[in-house]
């Protein structure tokens, strides 16, 4: 089993911010500095997720296991799954910074290059889920960026919402469960999980975020300017 490294994360309600660290290192990405704020400070809603996907993975493989059904072949891979996933439950606040930095380094690279990074085709599934639950929330987000950019095109700085991608989320899970230390089984299983259950928490998160946004763009809640003709 790899070592895992040291390191531990604040509680639920802290602010996690690297985002500003990484984006302040281009003035290209000044545009987008309230969007990845806003999104950073949404992580820690989402990392308490990690645990349910790692139970509700664990209990799967424990139901397939009593069942019995399979060749030996095929339960000798699932009790290698099912023991990988139990060491993996010990380093908890260590997956919770893998994730939250997978989140930083995803979104960075967005932003950078006006699209999330790209994930393995087996995964195409459950980012059609999460796009699925969230374009509604990314529909509504568009407007409101485009009111914070107007001012800074001129010096060519726009910001996108690349960072706000569903397959940032994907990704950021893959980077917490390495293939150096998950099958690629057990890590489709968590990201399929993931994109089962994460619909609602992203996409109040999500919501939180056009809020933040909107107001800091002078909006009102129905995408005019506040105070402004209807």
Known sequence: MKQYGGGSMAGKGAS???FRRISSASRAADAA????DSLAETVPAIIPLLGDVQAMAV???????????????QLAHWQRDLA???????????????????????????LADGDAPAVDKRHDAAIDLLTHRLQPHLKTLQPVLQSLQQGLS?????ASLAPLHPRIWIHAVLDTFPASECDEDVRALLVQLFAAV?????????AAIHKTL???????????RAGGKS
């Open 16 to 18: 996690w911010t690297p």
């Open 33 to 36: 500095l309230p969007l990845l």
């Open 59 to 73: 209990a799967l493989l424990r139901h397939r296991l009593a069942s019995g059904s399979e060749d030996a072949a």
């Open 84 to 110: 990988s996933l139990e060491r993996l439950q010990s380093y908890r606040t260590v997956l919770e910074k893998r994730f939250a930095n997978g989140v930083t380094a995803a979104s960075a690279t967005a």
């Open 154 to 158: 001129a010096e060519g700085r726009v």
């Open 198 to 206: 994460s619909g609602e928490t992203l996409g109040q998160a999500y």
């Open 214 to 224: 909107a107001t800091q763009a002078g909006l009102s809640s129905g995408g005019s």
